[in-house]
């Protein structure tokens, strides 16, 4: 029977045997669309129910009230088998406990000992004196893996050097009574917090975060979230991956100059400038120290100078991007059998 016995307004038919009814459900579930599950552990399914108005006079919640879980179709009638729960019985097809209480119409439901077989669609059915009522536009579907899924890494905005940044990595409960363990690997010192949470279709997750200031030598770094799911005496795993990606002001910036020898006036030397950045550098630019004070030369990654008497001293980069700028060591550009420019004091490199 797919409706309470003395709904109103229905139409009733009779298709190859099995009675069927349109009209309004005599009973209205609440639970998730699909859960997934792992061969060997435990499902809770979340549930709770509501009577619509029409039947609720019929309804008494003071009356012992049991719970019937049916895979497959909500229509067991020449289908005895698919009645794999009914908690008036002792034995049942499946292990379980409905763990919520009915009276307060909460029929949350843990199967125990899950295998492959139990991927379906399942329908809750309630049965007392003398409402008798299934929800046929409601199921949840459970699909069962050996392999637990993966948990999900997420940051927040940007990861920038010098700011702290928060890191979540989130695993699915379904057996909340052995929730998986998370760890983290990260190229840094960090302290996790963990917490089993509820989601907005009353499923579990275990969420751990992780807060920490990147640097730019955490770029590029794979950073994993691995969640470890006991089952029976023995665990399974899954891990996410992540490649951290930080954005960071120029760094290692340096200047070289070529030929590093000295040169005679009227030859060409090339000053180049290196760095790392995240952005790229967008803005390089030379500066030459004249009379003790820096002066800007040129702009650009390289700088070629058809050398005169006055070019010969100390010479260095910068490197600029959105995030900041990097300055380079001093270079010399030493002058052949010039005099006052090589006896700099400071800055070879
Ligand atoms: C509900 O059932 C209880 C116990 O059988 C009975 O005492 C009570 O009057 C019933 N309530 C309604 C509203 O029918
Ligand atoms: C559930 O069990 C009770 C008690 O054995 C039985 O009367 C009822 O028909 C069962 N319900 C279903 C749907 O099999
Ligand atoms: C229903 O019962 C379950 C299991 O006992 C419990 O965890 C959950 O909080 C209950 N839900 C509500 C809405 O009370
Ligand atoms: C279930 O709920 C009813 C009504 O709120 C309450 O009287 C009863 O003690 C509860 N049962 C359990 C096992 O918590
Ligand atoms: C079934 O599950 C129960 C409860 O988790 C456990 O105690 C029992 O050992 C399991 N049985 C098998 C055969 O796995
Ligand atoms: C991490 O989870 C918490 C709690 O759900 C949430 O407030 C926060 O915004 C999340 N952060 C990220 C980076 O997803
Ligand atoms: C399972 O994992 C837990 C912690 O995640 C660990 O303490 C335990 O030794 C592991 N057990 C096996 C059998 O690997
Ligand atoms: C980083 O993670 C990827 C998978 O996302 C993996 O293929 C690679 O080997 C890892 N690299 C290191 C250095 O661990
Ligand atoms: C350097 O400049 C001088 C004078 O303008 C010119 O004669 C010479 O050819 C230039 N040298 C190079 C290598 O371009
Ligand atoms: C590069 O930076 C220098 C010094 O700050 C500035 O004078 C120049 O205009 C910049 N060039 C570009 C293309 O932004």
Known sequence: MAC???MFFLIVLFMSGVLVCFGQNGLNTTMPDRLDVLTGSCVQIPCSFDIP??????????????GVWIKESPYFFGHPDNVIFNSSETVNRYQGKITGNMSQKNCT?????????YTNKYFFRI????FKATDIGKSVDIVVRDLPSSPIITVSGEVKEGTPVSL???AVAPCPEHPPELTWTLPTQFTPKNQLQENPDQTKSVLSTVTFAPSYLHHEKNITCTAVYPVGASNKTAEHNMMLHVSFSPKDT?????????????SCVYLTCSSTANPPVTN???????EGKPAQVASGQSYTLNVTVGDGGLYYCEARNSHGCGKSKEVQLAIKGGGEHLDSPVGLT
């Not at 309804?59 to 009230?65: A, G, Q």
């Not at 439901?109 to 077989?117: K, L, Y």
């Not at 390089?284 to 004249?290: A, G, K, L, M, R």
């Open 4 to 6: 309470p016995e003395n």
């Open 53 to 66: 108005d029409q039947n609720k006079y019929t309804f008494n919640s003071t009356i012992p009230t049991s």
């Open 109 to 117: 439901t843990v199967f125990f000992n899950v295998t492959t077989s």
């Open 127 to 130: 049965e007392s004196q003398p």
């Open 168 to 170: 979540n990595c989130s």
């Open 254 to 266: 340096s200047a070289s100059i070529s030929p590093a020898d000295p040169v005679s006036v009227g």
């Open 284 to 290: 390089f630019t030379w500066f030459q120290i004249s």
